[in-house]
């Protein structure tokens, strides 16, 4: 089978967040089950770099009113297909936001580009390969399920995938007439959506298949609390919506042999994470001692919960706890945290910024990950804290619900505890949790049990990826 994913990242070669690590390792385990994924995106900056020539595969005189060449390249074992059009992609700042931090102008017109390219290629604009099914992620790629329903790729099966609701791609009413689409493509059942252009939404009513990052997720983003406004079109589309987990990569992320942290370590040599977590110390300018070392590796925003650790930093240092904090966002939230780590020099500290190689190294050394999250689709800062020994101390919502099993008094006496979690995300929850947390880490043997149980649980992409392999040949007639 062939699949032709589009996606905005990819790991290895840009990310800002989980979504990257996704559409990076899923073509991978897929290839097992031999499905053939070409992955289109857009060529930013740092993709143009990595790909070198390539191979040219089709060329626009006019793309939106650019000039835009389709190229084919290979990188990391993953078959890409690069939208080079320098007027929308290459640019100083960020993929969405200019370098003041406010989303492009005209992020509409590019991700529609995007997403027309995508519906060509299905309808058979390259020479020698023609997709079976597209798979579009998030609002970047949703329109390439419009183009297609509304133009001439019938025959080919449309899966999108949301990996995050609260990004949906909403645009002024005024821009519809310049997508390109035929007018009956305007409506409730096209891309309108409350008055304005819903490019998510559009993908939503477009699809045969819907998916979203967790089970749980899937039936929260039904009720009006977590709908964001879709709930009732999701409700009503019910049918084909399918909470399938994200898996990790467990290559890159094997605690046995990844390069990037201090000593390898396994279930039986856990003591090999003290090196690690002495790095940590040191380049946190943290206390070194025995004390819990809590960590965080995330976006600072709301839908992270971070406001609320921000608001209980006086009590995690009660407790005898250390924290440190890699991150980077909202720039309150980074002031909060900083002011944290200059009240609480040597116990709390704070690292604004994206590191990849340093949260490797955190979560080979950290006692516990905190992610306190409002709503959390999926997660995989958790899936990574598991596989390193590194507790993880959830909020009970999507993909943490599904993937942390609390450490209840019949769960740990069962060995099967790997974490900790609480509900509802709230402040005191959450410092009752924490406080917990560093009265079980006291427990040698209750925590080692949970290091090991969440060591041995199997988050690897292998059964997520025959689930979409299912998926796929179901759409395929
Ligand atoms: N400062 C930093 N330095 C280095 N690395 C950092 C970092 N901040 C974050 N990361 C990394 O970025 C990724 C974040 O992935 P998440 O799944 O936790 O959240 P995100 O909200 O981006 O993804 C959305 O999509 C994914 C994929 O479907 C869902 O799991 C999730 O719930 C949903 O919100 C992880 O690989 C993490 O290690």
């Known amino acids: 089978m062939k699949l032709l994913a589009v996606a905005s990242e990819i790991h290895p070669l840009l990310k800002t967040g989980g979504l990257a690590d996704v559409v990076g390792a899923l073509p991978l385990a897929l290839a097992r089950l031999g499905i053939e994924t070409q992955t289109l995106i857009p060529g930013y900056p740092a993709v143009m770099a990595a790909i070198g020539k390539g191979v040219k595969r089709h060329r626009y005189a006019s793309l939106f009113g650019e000039t835009a060449t389709v190229i084919g390249a290979t990188v990391a074992g993953l078959n890409l297909l690069v939208l080079d059009c ?69 025959a080919v099966g449309k899966v999108m995938t949301i990996h995050n609701l609260a990004f949906q791609g909403r645009f002024d009413a005024g821009i519809f007439p310049f997508l390109g689409l035929p007018a009956e493509a305007w409506g409730m059942d096209g891309v309108e959506y409350y008055g304005g252009t819903g490019f998510l939404k559009a993908g939503i009513v477009s699809a045969d ?28 589309r019910g049918d084909r919506l399918h909470g399938i987990l994200n898996g990790i990569d467990i290559e890159s992320w094997n605690p046995s042999s990844d390069p990037l942290i201090a000593r390898p370590f396994g279930r039986r040599t856990l003591s090999g994470r003290k090196a690690s977590r002495r790095i940590i110390e040191q380049r946190f300018g943290l206390e070194q001692d025995e004390s819990p070392l809590f960590i965080v590796i995330s976006r600072l925003t709301w839908q992270k919960g971070m406001d609320m650790l921000a608001a209980s930093l006086d009590q995690l240092v009660q407790q005898g706890a250390r924290l440190a904090v890699l991150g980077s966002g909202d720039h309150a939230l980074e002031g909060a945290f900083l002011a944290g780590a200059e009240k609480h020099r040597g116990r709390v500290a704070v690292h604004i910024g994206y590191d990849e190689p340093l949260s490797h190294v955190m979560q080979a050394g950290g ?6 999250s409002r ?21 009970r919502v999507g993909g943490l619900a599904d993937t942390v099993i609390d450490a209840n008094v019949a769960a740990l006496g069962a060995g099967v505890a790997t974490g900790i979690q609480f509900h509802p995300p709230a402040i005191a929850p959450l410092q009752a949790a924490i406080a917990r947390a560093v009265q079980l880490h006291a427990d040698r043997p209750a925590w080692t049990g949970m290091q090991r149980a969440g060591m041995v649980a199997d988050f690897s992409w292998q059964r997520s990826a025959a689930l979409y392999a299912a998926l796929y040949a179901s759409l395929v007639p």
């Open 367 to 372: 006692n516990a990950i905190l992610i306190p």
């Open 209 to 236: 298949a819907i998916t979203t990052v967790s089970p749980t997720y899937a039936r929260e983003i039904c009720t009006p609390e977590d709908g964001m406004g879709l709930d009732g079109l999701l409700v009503g």
């Open 375 to 395: 709503f959390e689709p999926c997660g995989l800062t958790q899936l990574y804290g598991l596989r390193y020994g590194c507790v993880p101390v959830v909020a």
């Open 86 to 154: 320098p007027a929308f992609f290459i640019r100083a700042g960020g993929p969405y936001d200019d370098p003041a931090g406010n989303g492009w102008a005209d992020n509409w017109r590019r991700f529609a580009a995007l997403s027309q390219v995508g519906a060509d290629i299905a309808a058979g604009s390259l020479k020698g390969w023609r997709p079976d099914v597209v798979h579009a992620h998030d609002w970047q790629g949703a329109m390439t399920l419009a183009y297609m329903r509304f133009g001439p790729a019938h």
